[in-house]
């Protein structure tokens, strides 16, 4: 009983299945009939497009790999550029601390891939309180995302 339980608990800790992400309030979530590596270069595609930089990205997958552990592609990718960044901190320097936005770019169990971020809006949110000017900036950036998230996954 005991060589049945460690055979299911080393499956379980070297394969972990594909999750999915669900719409909620301030995301926007777009599943694709694109394989996670298309989509990965189709966002950095529409980033460059729309004028902005890809700033960070981070993921587990290959990470995981190389200690053993399949899991489905995964991806973070922070967006933003310098101009957007000077006129924040011209009206909030805390506000700052949300950027870059991100991207998120995950694995569907069918092989397809998910594009999903939290809305700049959304982000930027809490920081209009002591100082409204933000959210005319996180509403150009809402427009910019959402721009970036129709030309990646067409």
């Known amino acids: 009983m005991l060589r049945v339980f460690l055979a299911i608990f080393m499956f379980a ?3 972990l299945s594909a999750g999915s992400i669900e719409p909620r309030e301030g995301w926007e979530v777009r599943d694709t009939d694109k394989t996670f590596n298309a989509l990965v ?3 950095r595609s529409a980033v460059k497009a729309n004028g902005m930089i890809v700033v960070t990205q981070a993921g ?3 990470a995981a790999a190389s200690r053993g552990i399949t899991i489905p592609g995964n991806r973070i990718m922070g967006v933003y550029n310098n101009d957007f960044a000077v006129r924040m901190l011209e009206q909030s320097v805390p506000a700052m601390i949300e950027a870059p936005i991100r991207f998120y770019i995950t694995e569907n169990s ?3 891939a998910t594009l999903s ?3 700049p809006s959304l982000v930027f949110a809490p ?3 002591d100082a409204p000017g933000v959210m005319a900036i996180a509403r ?3 427009a910019k995302f ?3 998230g129709s030309d990646a996954t067409k």
């Open 127 to 129: 920081y209009a309180v």
């Open 140 to 142: 150009e950036l809402d």
């Open 117 to 119: 971020w939290k809305t």
């Open 13 to 15: 800790a070297t394969s």
């Open 41 to 43: 270069s189709s966002v």
């Open 60 to 62: 587990p997958t290959k």
């Open 146 to 148: 959402l721009a970036i």
């Open 110 to 112: 069918n092989g397809t």
